[in-house]
């Protein structure tokens, strides 16, 4: 069964270094997703992607935050001089369209970093 | 603008005995609501999805959820639990943008 896979599972960081999350959506997917889950607390929507350019972006996805496609299968979280509070767990996900029928976000297991 | 409520932080349980986790929903337009199932230390699975027709939406593993329109809820049931069933559940509605709005999340702790 396809799935979307991240990496890596786990990151620790030293506050103010750069991390770039990786995701490889399913591969017939066209809209890509970041979420986050900072520990105890409920997911959070990060960012929409779609066409090589950002749909939507909520208030937490600040300049400290970009996104990229570099190919044509990985799809990137980066952040910029991380913060304590960027501590969280990251979903990546993807859909295959946006259609009543079609737009179900399939989630990958998430990295989990750790900014100290 | 959308949002989720789910009132219930963590709801005890023995097994097989049954469940309902409660999830009220807020949106001004088309309601497209979802539960997914974070099992400790994995991702976010869906359960089971209300896109339009019945109201009564089943799911995998058994778990069922009914939707009302007139009290604004989606709550999820399971009939009988089983330990494997602790976990952590949110419920979710689709923005009209098309992203999930999540809930806060329910911990079921089904004990033996």
């Known amino acids: 069964e396809p799935e979307v896979t991240q990496t890596p599972s786990h990151q620790v960081t030293q506050m103010g270094q750069e991390v770039i999350l990786r995701c490889v959506p399913i591969?017939?997917?066209?809209?890509f997703y970041w979420y986050r889950q900072i520990l105890g607390q409920k997911v959070e929507f990060l960012v929409s992607?779609?066409?090589?350019?950002?749909?939507?972006k909520s208030e937490i996805f600040d300049d400290q935050f970009s996104v990229e496609r570099p190919d044509g299968s990985n799809f990137t979280l980066k952040i910029r001089s991380t913060k304590l509070e960027d501590s969280a767990m990251y979903f990546c996900?993807?859909?295959?369209?946006?259609?009543?029928?079609?737009?179900?976000?399939?989630f990958g297991e998430g990295s989990r970093l750790t900014v100290l | 603008a959308q949002s989720v409520t789910q009132l219930d932080s963590q709801v005890p349980v023995f097994e097989e005995a049954p469940v309902e986790l409660r999830c009220n929903y807020s949106?001004?337009?088309?309601?497209?609501l979802f539960w997914y199932v974070q099992y400790p230390n994995q991702g976010l699975q869906l359960l089971l999805k209300?896109?339009?027709?019945?109201?009564l939406v089943k799911g995998i593993n058994g778990f069922e959820a009914e939707f009302n329109k007139s009290q604004t809820s989606f709550h999820l049931r399971k009939p009988s639990v089983h330990i494997s069933d602790t976990a952590e559940y949110f419920c979710?509605?689709?923005?009209?943008?098309?992203?999930?709005?999540f809930g806060s999340g329910t911990r079921l702790l089904v004990r033996p």
């Open positions: 996900a993807s859909s295959e369209a946006q259609g009543i029928g079609t737009g179900e976000l399939f």
């Open positions: 591969s017939n997917h066209l809209y």
């Open positions: 992607f779609y066409n090589n350019e950002i749909s939507e």
């Open positions: 949106s001004s337009v088309s309601v497209y």
């Open positions: 209300y896109l339009s027709g019945s109201t």
């Open positions: 979710a509605v689709r923005s009209s943008s098309y992203k999930l709005i």
